[in-house]
């Protein structure tokens, strides 16, 4: 079985934990290919030398049975866009703060390993997004999380927003976000959006910091085509997807729906969503204890 490691040289690397990662790998006889931001990470944390044979280009994995990812949710992103094969399951080992994609606790190594070498390794589907522009090349950018449009500068941009061509609204302010369930615990929930559990087929538009207050979220069916029309006063926007951004001019459309693709995400054997969601929000958590 080939493991494809993955981390960023921005991740809070602890030397125990990526200790543990090779100690597992070699105890259950995995195979694996490492990224090269990871090897680096390894030698200077942990003092782990890699064999240049195991590392694979930045910005491709290689084929493998399960992709492992170390570090917070943005590495876990940065991560399955560089899978060609999306039906690859993905787990996520937490040395981040909040991390409701890698939900695995650093202290839980050696039990993820050991699941995956009984193939007892339990994943999700997850809902995707593609978008597509003419600013972006008129190919398809997928996103996990969200796409979202934000000003770059100081103006206000107003934002024509269809949904299966009938207007919805117009968001006047810094932009605009349209999140997977997935992703309605992330940016979407800054700017107010509703928590979504990851099974719902839906998807949510939130505007972001909205100059007319009565602008509230809105819940649609997956199954809706989104087009955004940017009004920026001439003014160059921002489009991101996930932790990818492209810059875009004043007058551009965005289409966004659903992505045929879906990513098949790790979960953690013993607890769920609503576990991961009270113990992150700490709900029901008495301060005056």
Known sequence: MNIILFSRRNSAHVASQIADIFA?????????SINEEFVEAARDTAGIVVDP????PAHRAPHGDVMICYGGDGTLLDGIH????????????????LGFLTENNGDAIDDLFARIARSELRTEPRTMLAATCRDCGG???????EISIQRRGATMTSIETYIDGEMIATYYGDGVIVSTPTGSTAYSLSAGGPIVAPS??????????PHNLTMRPVVIPDTSRIELVLRSRGQEALLTADNRTYPLEDGERIAIRCSGERLFLATPHNNSFYDTLRNKMM???????
């Open 24 to 32: 597992a790998l070699d105890r259950y006889g995995f195979d694996y």
């Open 53 to 56: 044979g195991r590392i694979y």
């Open 82 to 97: 560089r899978l060609e094969d999306r039906s690859t399951p993905v787990a996520g080992i937490n040395c981040g703060r």
């Open 139 to 145: 190919t398809s950018l997928d996103a996990l999380n």
């Open 200 to 209: 719902c087929r839906c998807l949510a538009v939130a505007p972001i910091a």
């Open 283 to 289: 709900w029901g958590i008495d301060r005056r204890d």
